[in-house]
């Protein structure tokens, strides 16, 4: 697993706001800033006496809108379709998860004396063919799962059965 250094840049408000008074004039006292696509909004109302007698610019202030507040986008949950597979069991895994063992996945790979990559490509291919685009990551899941449910019914430990 490779392992990606972040780093971050932290910007307090007040120094934006005072950043923002000196260079427009306007006190932002009790205004609440908000994000709005690739900005950080502070709307702040003018009475028509003040922006007349300013001469500082303020045409960006009054020629925008306040909409509504941008919302942050969900991303799209990326989990594998198992649609039409049948549970046969449900384990506790190596990582104390509890997992669901699929019927497809079982029979493919029990009773066949195949090596590790040639079982992690068989459990790729009934994924792809089941309208997936399964991550290495999720390949792995289901492959160890498959392999300690099939090791533990040959010890005889005791699972959680489905249904």
Request: aromatic share 6%; proline share 4%; glycine share 6%.
């Amino acid at each position: 697993m490779k392992v990606q250094e972040e780093r971050l840049f932290k910007i307090p408000i007040d120094e934006i706001r005072a950043m923002l008074q000196n260079q427009y004039g306007v006190d932002l006292n009790g205004v609440d800033p908000y994000l709005e696509e690739e900005h950080i909004v502070f709307a702040v109302r003018q009475n028509s006496e003040s922006s007349v007698g300013e001469s500082k610019p303020t045409r960006q202030l009054s020629a925008e809108r306040k909409r509504g507040r941008a919302r942050r986008r969900r991303r799209k949950r990326n989990r594998i379709k198992t649609r039409g597979w049948n549970v046969i069991a449900k384990i506790t895994n190596s990582n104390g998860l509890v997992a669901n063992i699929y019927e497809p996945l079982v029979k493919a790979i029990e009773g066949r004396e195949v090596t590790k990559s040639e079982q992690r490509k068989i459990v790729r291919q009934l994924l792809i063919a089941n309208g997936n685009d399964p991550s290495e990551e999720s390949v792995d899941y289901f492959t160890s799962n498959t392999l300690e449910y099939l090791a533990q019914k040959k010890m005889g430990a005791p699972l959680v059965h489905a249904g």
